[in-house]
């Protein structure tokens, strides 16, 4: 019985004594790991696809021919030439790019997104590669009354914001009070307001001193942010090597200049004072 005994714990000690080298021969090795990553399928593959809504201007939006120009097609453009691949532009509703991510059906989405720690829980951001924050853009008709967005925050006031931003997320958590009216698209936001049926409609700096500049009469700009709006490249969950190579990328480019070569040609007209 006690000899029994022993050759039990002598084998036990034996089979603990192989699990580290049986655990380390079935371990993923970098090369692996790289193999499967975004990174090494669009090498392979000799394409870059990008996801973006293709009707946000400055960022994204179409010419006369109906080709995708802006600030962020000119990015992936960039990043297409750097990795040496062609580049194939998806138009995706802005509702559909985080699904269309997490399917594999493009490799990374630049459509004037704002990292936020909600989104973060779903795919993995780049450093920020533009910083803006939101606006409001006033109706005469309705608010001319307002000047600080705290006063939104009222029985009566109308808001209309476009459905997934995160003027959609800031105006349920900050303007409770407030009724909130979500659209598909920017145009009828801003539609909504020129009318007079919405008091507000929040967005970036940038296009709501484009949509007051196109409607001096019907609307009003409070210009100064109320929130921080990192935009960022999106990537899949987990894709470390893509992700140390895009922010390598950026921060290459904004070191040689090329960064700021295409901010001038998108947005130094915009944002001059």
């Avoid at 004037?112 to 109706?139: E, H, I, K, N, Q």
């Avoid at 476009?162 to 698209?185: E, M, Q, W, Y």
């Avoid at 100064?224 to 140390?244: H, M, N, S, V, W």
Wanted: proline share 4%.
């Amino acid at each position: 019985m006690k000899m029994g005994r022993c050759m039990a714990l002598m084998l036990l000690a034996l089979v603990l004594a192989c699990l580290p080298a049986w655990g380390e021969a079935q371990a993923l090795t970098t090369h692996d790991i790289f193999r499967a990553s975004t990174l090494n399928q669009v090498l392979q593959r000799n394409k870059l696809i990008v996801g973006m809504e293709v009707e946000y201007f400055p960022f994204e939006y179409a010419d006369e021919k109906g080709q995708p120009i802006g600030f962020d097609v000119d990015m992936a453009r960039l990043i297409a030439k750097e990795l040496g691949v062609e580049l194939e532009i998806k138009d995706i509703e802005w509702t559909g790019l985080i699904p269309s991510l997490q399917s594999g059906k493009v490799d990374l989405v630049i459509s004037g997104m704002t990292r936020t720690l909600a989104r973060a829980r779903a795919v993995s951001f780049t450093d920020p590669y533009f910083v803006t924050g939101l606006c409001a853009l006033l109706s005469v008709k309705r608010a001319s009354d307002v000047n600080r967005v705290d006063q939104l925050n009222a029985p009566g006031r109308v808001l209309a914001v476009k459905t997934g931003t995160t003027g959609d997320l800031v105006a349920s958590k900050r303007f409770p009070k407030a009724t909130i009216n979500r659209f598909k698209d920017e145009t009828a936001c801003v539609r909504e307001v020129v009318t007079g049926r919405a008091d507000a409609f929040f967005y970036d700096q940038i296009s709501i001193a484009k949509h007051h500049k196109q409607n001096p009469n019907s609307t009003i700009a409070l210009l100064k942010p109320f929130t921080y709006e990192p935009f960022a490249i999106a990537i899949r969950k987990g894709d470390a090597d893509f992700l140390q190579w895009l922010n390598l990328f950026l921060e290459t480019i904004k070191a040689d200049g090329r960064y700021d070569e295409i901010f001038q040609k998108h947005l130094g007209d915009i944002l001059k004072k």
